[in-house]
């Protein structure tokens, strides 16, 4: 099972969107709430190459994006192969 990290923040409707597709997954992640932290935030930032929106994701220490990267992988049929490995 692969590894996932999920930058998040209290009261994004995407962080709970892609919070929702991979509970329906099954798989389990690590959130990282920069709600109050903005170091955590920081943390993502540089993680996520400078983009600075939540969520971001990623797996296996790959940057997969945010929300709508997300699903994208998923509508694409990309996303399982991801998560199994």
Same mark, same amino acid.
């Given at each position: 099972? %692969?590894? *996932?990290?999920?930058?998040?923040?209290? +009261?994004?409707?995407?962080?709970?969107?892609? /919070?929702? #597709?991979?509970? %329906? /997954?099954?798989?389990?992640?690590?959130? $990282?709430?920069?709600? $109050?932290?903005p170091? *955590?935030?920081?943390?993502? *930032?540089?993680?996520?190459? @400078?983009?600075?929106? +939540?969520?971001?994701? +990623? *797996?296996? @220490?790959? $940057?997969v994006?945010?929300?709508?990267?997300? $699903?994208? #992988?998923?509508?694409? @049929? /990309?996303?399982?192969?991801? #998560? %199994?490995?």
């Amino acid at each position: 099972m %692969a590894s *996932i990290d999920i930058y998040t923040r209290q +009261f994004c409707g995407y962080c709970t969107a892609a /919070k929702k #597709l991979l509970d %329906a /997954k099954g798989v389990p992640y690590t959130e $990282h709430d920069a709600t $109050h932290a903005p170091e *955590i935030r920081q943390q993502m *930032i540089q993680r996520a190459n @400078g983009r600075s929106t +939540f969520p971001q994701i +990623f *797996i296996d @220490g790959a $940057h997969v994006g945010g929300c709508d990267d997300l $699903h994208a #992988l998923e509508r694409a @049929g /990309k996303l399982d192969p991801l #998560l %199994a490995a």
